[in-house]
């Protein structure tokens, strides 16, 4: 389907889109990480046409990604992890983008895998891994959902 | 002092030096990795020539830096974040060299600042912080010694 007939039939489905600029100061990152994370294909806006650049627009979905990855990167997660992450989160959880189901999720260090794995958010879980010296990194949709939502007016 | 007159009077003082293949299989990362540490200034060998790069010795204490920063990045932290939880570590434990202080450490979100902050490692505290969706990576050199140990002759 070409870009402008796909770009219709979303817009008559009445589904709020971003440009770069409104998604970056949604989510608080720069124009500049907006463009890094689309080259690398982890956060691909779901209308973009070729040529100018004038014709990228992220969801709300999107944003919820862009988010993610935001926040992921904050907690001082290196690129290929954080990007890792945010890519098995969707994957795994298909409702991410839903403010209602707020699910909480969690990556910690798996011992056999020698990496950081994704797992439901699991308190007592996550105190015997602590328990053992080994990193807890909560992915709790709620808080990033809520402070999207105080950022913009998704 | 002279890098030879220096390394001579190191010898004398009994204390084992590793050379940067020896300081990279004891620690689990590759030569390269030591390289551009090196370039970085984040572990810099005590005895370092300038010219061919044969004249790199790492001392005991370098290589436990080289444990330290490995582990970092192996939990997935960012090469800035590992490098700066590093340097700031060995800021503040002074002993961290040691094997029997076996002092525990962690890296967690401090919402003030908006980025990790070193802090002793403490349970109670950890637990409350990840009970508000906070990540809490432990560094326990008591286990990044007990690593180096099995991996080496340090």
């Known amino acids: ?20 600029k409104e998604a970056a100061k949604a989510v608080g990152c720069s124009l500049r990480q907006l463009q890094y994370w689309r080259e690398k294909g982890v956060v691909v806006p779901t209308i973009q046409g070729s040529g100018t ?12 990604q862009l988010a993610i990855m935001e926040y992921l990167l904050s907690v001082g997660l290196s690129f290929s992890e954080a990007s890792r992450g945010l890519k098995e989160l969707i994957k795994i959880d298909t409702d991410y983008a839903n403010r209602e189901t707020k699910k909480r999720w969690m990556l910690c260090w798996d011992e056999k895998k020698r990496s950081l794995v994704l797992e439901e958010f699991d308190r007592v879980c996550a105190i015997a891994l602590m328990d053992k010296g080994q990193a807890v990194i909560p992915i709790w949709l709620d808080i990033i959902h809520d402070l999207l939502q105080q950022k913009s007016s998704l």
């Open 1 to 20: 389907m070409c870009i402008f007939l796909r770009f219709c039939r979303i817009l008559t489905m009445g589904e709020k889109f971003f440009t770069s």
């Open 53 to 64: 650049g004038r014709s990228i627009y992220y969801s709300q979905s999107d944003v919820v």
